[in-house]
């Protein structure tokens, strides 16, 4: 039986009315990740299972991202920008 799921979503599910996730979630791509989060929330109270979801932020900057795109969305620092991790839906994304 399931004892433990783990969603990956997206930061933003929670505030598609402001900036950048109103543009972000354009085609409904937030709203459907937020679905999908309801839906794990709901199994696992009626299967008694435990869940975690994370929401990473823009995962651009490390050794894969071309050059052109850090430029234009301005990244500096690439992987030495660390990570950061916070409880709910708070954070933008942009480590430092």
């Known amino acids: 039986s399931l004892r433990r799921m783990v969603l990956l979503t997206s930061v933003g599910v929670y505030r598609t009315d402001q900036m950048p996730f109103l543009i972000l979630n354009l085609f409904g791509v937030l709203d459907a990740k937020r679905s ?6 709901a199994a696992a109270s009626e299967g008694n299972f435990s869940y975690s979801i994370v929401r ?12 052109d795109l850090a430029k234009l969305f301005q990244i500096e620092g690439g992987a030495e920008n660390g990570v950061t991790v916070d409880k709910g839906d708070t954070l933008l994304g942009d480590c430092k």
């Open 36 to 41: 999908g989060e309801n839906a794990v929330k």
């Open 56 to 67: 990473p932020g823009r995962l651009v900057g490390g050794p894969y991202t071309n050059l």
